[in-house]
């Protein structure tokens, strides 16, 4: 009986824990539009090369410039961009871009 209810416990907690991490919502201004900017626009900001991914601009940008497909993170251009080998080969930590498809799967909001 008590080892029924320790499996019990053990799975409750298992199915709360992965729960939660599945439902945090990425912000778009704290975590997104801080590391384009220091990532980026040594190389994207305004004039030189398209998209200007200055914090003010990011989030336009990238929604208007059709750089993200709201909801569809392999399909939104900048994730292709960055996975297959951006340009100018740059270092973008692994992590960085598992957020940023987080966040566009989650709807690419302004947030
Ligand atoms: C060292 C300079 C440099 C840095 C840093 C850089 N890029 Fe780029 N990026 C380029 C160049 C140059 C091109 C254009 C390549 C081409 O046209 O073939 C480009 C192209 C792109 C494109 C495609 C643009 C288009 O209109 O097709 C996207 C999207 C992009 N970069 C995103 C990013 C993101 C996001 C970051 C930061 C994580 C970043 N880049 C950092 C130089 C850079």
């Not at 992965?18 to 439902?23: A, I, L, R």
């Not at 914090?55 to 709201?70: D, I, R």
């Not at 100018?88 to 566009?104: A, C, R, V």
Request: charged share 20%; proline share 5%; aromatic share 6%.
């Amino acid at each position: 009986m008590e080892r029924k209810i320790t499996i019990v416990l053990m799975v409750s907690f298992l199915l709360l824990s992965c729960g939660k991490e599945e439902n945090e919502i990425i912000s778009f201004s704290q975590d997104i539009a801080p590391f384009l900017e220091n990532t980026c626009t040594a190389c994207h900001y305004g004039g030189r090369q398209e998209p200007n991914l200055h914090e003010e601009v990011s989030y336009n940008q990238l929604t208007e410039g059709g750089y993200v497909t709201p909801g569809k993170a392999n399909q939104s251009a900048i994730v292709i961009q960055l996975e297959n080998g951006h340009p100018e080969n740059i270092d973008i930590p692994s992590n960085q871009i598992k957020i940023l498809k987080e966040w566009i799967n989650q709807g690419a909001d302004n947030n």
